[in-house]
Every structure is written in structure tokens, then in C-alpha cells.
């Protein structure tokens, strides 16, 4: 795995933990404040996301920790149209670019964020560490609870 999964594997974890906290990334939707005319204005990139979705809290995170401008869509587990009509199937995250242009793959958002919004690249290259790799197989059942706290919390669990 690389060290890109496991960075990855830890900003995942780390959206779980910080989920709850409603103020830092929004229920519906992110406007950006024109301090020129005082007027709302609508961001540039817009997020499609599961609520109960890890692989949409890892897209999240890094719009939160570079600090871009985005307004976040929260899909029905039943919307099929909108996926299907934005990338060609039923997946999420989907990011959609101001040119309409739209893609998903949590990781591929990851990347195409980093490298392009909110300055230097903040992800490091893979280092290939053992030890590192290890400590994710040993922790692998913790990040499940944490990944899907709801299903952990229902009562048929």
C-alpha cells in the first residue's frame, strides 16, 4: 500500500472522528461571501457526496483542509439520475469542475484538488513503509467502525 493509501486511510478516519462537527464543513451546502458587493456567490466546484460515505469524507477533507471554495450536494441513496447523469453510473464522490466537466473516484479528487486549488501540493510521495503498511493491516478493524459508525450503531449490528 502506498503511502498516498495510508494518508488517504488516515484523512478518512480522521472525517469519521470529525463528521459530527456540523459548523466546520456545512450540512447542505458551502457559499462563498462576495466582500465586494456583500451578495452570495456560487463556488466554482460543486461536490456530490453520500453523507455515509467514507470515500465521499475523503474527497471532503481535502476541500476543508485547502480551504476551496466548493458547494457540497448531498445525493438520496435512491437518486440514481444524478450520478448516472453526471459521470455514467451510480457512484460517489463526483466532483464537477466550473467547465461542467464532472469525475469521481475519491482519490482521483484528492489529487486533481491538491495539485490544482489552495497552493503547494500537501500530499507526499509513497515511501514504502513497512512499518507503516503493518500498522494499518493491525488496525484495519478500528478504521471499519470508524468508516461505518452508523452500521456499527444499528441495532442489527
Partial sequence: MSDLAKLAAAVTVGAALGATVKSVWGLARIEVISSLIG???KP???LYVYDHCPFCARARVILGLKKVPHELVFLANHDEATPIGLVGSKQAPILQ???GKAFAESMD???YVDENY???SILAPA???EDIKKWIQ???HVFHVLYHPRA???PFA
Fill in 39 to 41: 451578495a452570495p456567490e
Fill in 44 to 46: 466554482a466546484l460543486k
Fill in 97 to 99: 469542475l466550473p467547465s
Fill in 109 to 111: 479528487i484528492v489529487r
Fill in 118 to 120: 489552495g497552493g503547494p
Fill in 127 to 129: 515511501s514504502g513503509r
Fill in 138 to 140: 493491525d488496525s484495519a
Fill in 152 to 154: 456499527h450503531a444499528a
